[in-house]
């Protein structure tokens, strides 16, 4: 079993900044592929960064990119979505997610449909 909990989540203006964070419940370590996944009210959910379970590895939505950075602490413990230049169509529920089995294609990272496991969400606000 992987239980995974999001933090972070907040309320903040055009341009500003919030690290999201995201760790296996209980006292555990990461050794698998993690996501990053968003759904606004009315809208589908959308992929938005992951990292490999190596660390070595990252991906990017285009709508994201250059704005936001997935990592991992070298303890293995957390994976963090840094957020800047946060624009009001960024507002979304956060999900963290991990598959099932590992990924070895690229295109297979930003594929909601292939996670098993997900956190329970962390809201982001980013007012106009």
């Known amino acids: 079993q992987v239980q995974l909990v999001e933090s972070g989540g907040g309320l903040v203006q055009t341009g500003g900044s919030l690290r999201l964070s995201c760790a296996p419940s209980?006292?555990?370590?990461?050794?698998?592929?993690v996501g990053w996944f968003r759904q606004a009210p009315g809208k589908e959910r959308e992929f938005v960064a992951a990292?490999?379970?190596?660390?070595?590895?990252?991906y990017y939505a285009d709508s994201v990119k250059g704005r936001f950075t997935v990592s991992r602490d070298n303890a293995r413990t957390t994976v963090y979505l840094q957020m800047d230049s946060l624009k009001p169509e960024d507002t979304a529920v956060y999900y963290c997610?991990?598959?099932?089995?590992?990924?070895?294609?690229?295109?297979?990272?930003?594929?909601?449909?292939?996670?098993?496991?997900w956190g329970q969400g962390t809201q982001v606000t980013v007012s106009s």
């Open positions: 997610a991990a598959p099932s089995r590992p990924f070895y294609i690229s295109s297979e990272y930003g594929s909601g449909g292939l996670y098993t496991y």
């Open positions: 209980g006292r555990t370590f990461i050794t698998y592929d």
């Open positions: 990292i490999s379970w190596s660390g070595l590895n990252t």
